[in-house]
């Protein structure tokens, strides 16, 4: 992957991609009004992660381009905000200050909600395996403004690591984390989305193994957390207990544990 800006390549711009090249380790290219087509033409390299004004854009010949919203995450923040519920934090048994694990952040929507859950003295740490959806969830959390100013701290106070979730659970002390929280690929899609469908070129498409559970369960303290589908059977395979429907075609299950000094 080449890093670069957007068309408009003013010098905080630059600045912004050469440090994230830094950072990650991907080579900066300076932009001078070249077509990102022909700036992949040029480096024999596939994918663009282009840094905007308000975030960034992964950009892949072929593909949709996808750039970085805090999507749903954004509606859901601003209903916490006003003391509405949310099922995913409530299914958690989240509070205020507690620290959540997220283990597979794709686009850190749901990373995003924990955020604002946990306030000032929470923590939300978002694992992405993918190296390019990491890049691009970094630099849209350290960048995306909205027009809610507490959204827009939760976003800055996500830390995002890159790894399989098994390795970095594996390094983990016990007892880290309040919760720890799965939202894995679907093994079957619920309906094609413009939203998800480019993510999905690029997220891992694993499903969980049981030694995954097992570490989580040594490093929570209060929860472990899974998305899926109504009614699938990863929730009996992997020892969840389904929550009650709503009107939604997912669900979540839950682990309780005792793991709290």
């Known amino acids: 992957m080449i890093i670069t800006t957007g068309s408009a390549d003013s010098d905080a711009l630059v600045t912004r991609a050469k440090?994230?090249?830094?950072l990650t380790g991907f080579t900066y290219v300076p932009r001078r009004n070249t077509s990102l087509s022909k700036l992949v033409q040029a480096h024999s390299d596939s994918?663009?992660?282009v840094v905007l004004e308000n975030g960034a854009r992964l950009v892949r010949p072929g593909f949709p381009p996808m750039e970085y919203h805090p999507s749903m995450g954004f509606v859901r923040a601003k209903r916490l905000l006003k003391g509405e519920p949310d099922p995913m934090v409530e299914a958690a048994g989240m509070v205020a200050g507690d620290t959540v694990l997220d283990c597979t952040a794709g686009l850190g929507s749901d990373a995003l909600v924990f955020a604002v859950k946990g306030g000032s003295e929470g923590k939300v740490i978002a694992i992405e395996s993918s190296e390019h959806l990491s890049t691009l969830l970094t630099e849209g959390l350290?960048?995306?403004?909205?027009?809610?100013?507490?959204?827009?701290?939760a976003m800055r106070r996500i830390e995002v690591r890159l790894g399989h979730h098994l390795d970095i659970l594996q390094e983990m002390a016990d007892n880290s984390v309040d919760i720890?929280?799965?939202?894995?690929?679907?093994r079957e899609?619920?309906?094609?989305?413009?939203?998800i469908?480019?993510?999905r070129e690029f997220a891992n498409s694993d499903a969980l193994s049981l030694a995954v559970i097992e570490e989580a369960k040594r490093v929570a303290r209060k929860s472990i957390l899974l998305?899926?589908?109504?009614?699938?059977?990863?929730?009996?395979?992997?020892?969840?207990?389904?929550q009650e429907r709503s009107?939604?075609?997912?669900?979540?299950?839950v682990i309780f544990l005792d793991n709290r000094d």
Not at 180 to 186: A, N
Not at 189 to 195: E, G, K, L, Y
Not at 227 to 242: I, N, V
Request: glycine share 6%; proline share 7%.
């Open 189 to 195: 899609p619920i309906m094609d989305s413009a939203a």
């Open 180 to 186: 720890v929280y799965f939202d894995p690929m679907f």
């Open 142 to 153: 350290c960048h995306y403004v909205t027009g809610v100013e507490e959204v827009n701290q």
């Open 227 to 242: 998305k899926e589908k109504w009614g699938s059977p990863e929730f009996a395979r992997l020892g969840f207990t389904m």
């Open 47 to 49: 994918i663009v992660l």
């Open 197 to 199: 469908n480019p993510l």
């Open 247 to 253: 009107h939604s075609k997912i669900t979540y299950g």
């Open 19 to 22: 440090a994230l090249s830094v």
